[in-house]
């Protein structure tokens, strides 16, 4: 078990270099009242940094053929899923993220195999498109976070 915690410390580590200049999902500042969804924050976290890792797929770096990424939809329409059973305890501000967020799931799930080809094919309007509804999905996936 000790092994398996410092190799998956290294696995990390590796791979998040050279993807310094992306943009992270970070946690808002907690507030006084704390988290309306605390039991959902380890998760919500995880998804946050394996989009903020994913990212570099999309500027053509090299991805090992078996990472998360090729996952990353199916994990955040998951976590979505849990928030929703929960939404009422959300702000309105994280409702309207939450809604957001299903609305760019849909709009990016035709980009999927873009995705998985690195954020990169020969027709430029699918180019844009679909940098656009990654862009919407992690702005928006953001919103929720920080909200929940």
């Known amino acids: 078990m000790r092994y398996s915690a410092i190799a998956l410390a290294f696995l990390l580590l590796g791979c998040g270099t050279g993807t310094s200049s992306l943009p992270t999902i970070k946690p808002a500042p907690t507030s006084s009242t704390g988290s309306p969804l605390p039991d959902l924050q380890p998760r919500l976290d995880a998804i946050g940094v394996l989009l903020t890792d994913c990212a570099a797929r999309l500027r053509g770096e090299p991805v090992a053929p078996a990472d998360n990424c090729t996952h990353v939809m199916?994990?955040?329409?998951?976590?979505?899923?849990?928030?929703?059973?929960?939404?009422?305890?959300?702000?309105?501000?994280?409702?309207?993220?939450?809604?957001?967020?299903?609305?760019?799931l849909a709009e990016i799930a035709p980009c999927e195999p873009w995705f998985a080809a690195g954020g990169t094919s020969a027709d430029g309007q699918l180019d844009a498109a679909c940098k656009k509804a990654w862009d919407a999905l992690y702005d928006g996936y953001s919103a929720v976070r920080n909200s929940a």
């Open 74 to 104: 199916p994990d955040v329409t998951g976590v979505i899923d849990e928030v929703e059973k929960q939404s009422a305890k959300l702000p309105p501000a994280g409702q309207t993220a939450l809604t957001e967020v299903r609305r760019q």
